[in-house]
């Protein structure tokens, strides 16, 4: 018994007479085209767009179906298409004794895609049509389920932008007015209004770490690393921080080298994100971060460590987010799995241990990357 994937609503179904999945046929073997062309033409669910390759690029379709032939003659079209489609553009193969593993003839890149990776489904030749409509109604659904998931990422997307925005706003007329409150009260006064000053920041922090981690899950399959300027990235930030929380200390241990790491723009949430964290949840009457940096032959390790309370052992996987609960578990907080997504996206690693001022130590590995265009040959001839 076939079962039906979860229903998205009228209108995301297609494959229907109203809605017609639009398909593209690239067949080098004359009959199974004829048998493939003659069967969709008298079908309602179905759409022939063209049987011609030079309509990949722009034509609006929702199903490729083409041969072992044709595919290797148009890997790169194939590939091209998939990649810049918002939505699945499924494929499918149509070949005697066709496994999607002996298509692999040729070399590829690291990191692109087999030629077999590109197919969806396949069907053996000769052609039976109740295959065929399997397959299609199966393709069909894959479609029109990722069309309908698009759709509604780019409204959660909006959303999300116009909620932070909205509040970003609010938050910036409490911080102002409370600043004025300053003259208005005595020290007792003056305790509760940092309070408000300093929730008031946590919440502006939180909006800054929502679209920062919205923007690292946009990215996470194929982020766009480069070499990234850590001394600039770490005493920027060391800047900010300082002037946020005026009643903090933060020391830097030594000197930061002057050296890239692998990273994106997003490098500098890395460190905001620790630094508000080591503030944030500090108990002491001073809280105080202590930051030092070992550079290694390939790799760089940033330590942050505070005098706060510290993190049980047992909490810190789940204050990265670590365990299955995800950001769902009581101890997990947003700016430290973000940091940890980020590190991992730049194929550097994240600990926590017990500092040495009595609070956490958060100990972040990058890996060195050499800027583009340098040279690295040491011969001057």
Do not use: C
């Not at 008298?42 to 030079?54: C, H, I, K, T």
């Not at 990422?153 to 706003?169: A, C, E, G, P, V």
């Not at 949840?281 to 001073?286: A, P, R």
């Amino acid at each position: 018994m076939e079962t039906e994937s979860p229903a998205l609503g009228a209108a995301d179904r297609l494959g229907t007479a109203t809605s017609p999945a639009r398909v593209v046929q690239i067949l080098s073997h004359v009959d199974n085209q004829r048998v493939l062309v003659n069967w969709l033409q008298q079908q309602d669910r179905y759409e022939v767009v063209s049987d011609d390759a030079a309509v990949l690029p722009e034509a609006d379709i929702d199903i490729v179906v083409l041969d072992a032939q044709s595919l290797r003659a148009y890997d790169a079209e194939i590939r091209e298409r998939k990649a810049d489609a918002d939505a699945i553009l499924p494929v499918l193969l149509v070949g005697s004794d066709t496994g999607a593993d002996t298509l692999d003839s040729r070399e590829q890149t690291e990191t692109e895609p087999a030629v077999s990776e590109l197919v969806d489904e396949v069907l053996t030749t000769p052609i039976d049509t109740m295959e065929l409509r399997n397959r299609l109604d199966t393709l069909g659904r894959i479609r029109a389920q990722s069309i309908a998931l698009e759709s509604k990422t780019n409204q959660l997307l909006l959303l999300n932008r116009i909620s932070r925005h909205d509040i970003r706003n609010e938050m910036n007329v409490v911080i102002g007015w409370t600043e004025q409150l300053a003259k208005h009260t005595d020290d007792a006064g003056d305790q509760i209004r940092q309070r408000i000053l300093d929730s008031s920041q946590h919440v502006a922090d939180l909006t800054k770490a929502v679209r920062e981690f919205v923007d690292a899950l946009q990215t996470a399959d194929a982020p766009n690393l480069e070499a990234v300027a850590l001394e600039d990235a770490v005493t920027d930030e060391l800047t900010k921080r300082r002037a946020t929380f005026e009643d903090a200390e933060f020391v830097v241990d030594g000197d930061i080298p002057r050296v890239d790491v692998r990273a994106n723009d997003l490098l500098a949430s890395v460190f905001r994100n620790v630094l508000n964290n080591a503030v944030q949840h500090n108990d002491s009457d001073t809280p105080r971060v202590e930051i030092s940096v070992v550079e290694g032959a390939e790799t760089v390790a940033i330590t942050i460590a505070d005098n706060g309370p510290g993190i049980p052992p047992a909490q810190r996987d789940a204050v990265l987010g670590r365990t299955d609960r995800g950001l769902d578990h009581p101890a997990a907080g947003l700016g430290l799995y973000l940091v940890d997504a980020l590190v991992t996206q730049y194929g550097g690693t994240l600990q926590i241990s017990d500092a040495d001022l009595g609070g956490a130590s958060i100990e972040i590995e990058l890996r060195k990357e050499q800027p583009t265009g340098m040279n690295t040959d040491d011969n001057d001839s």
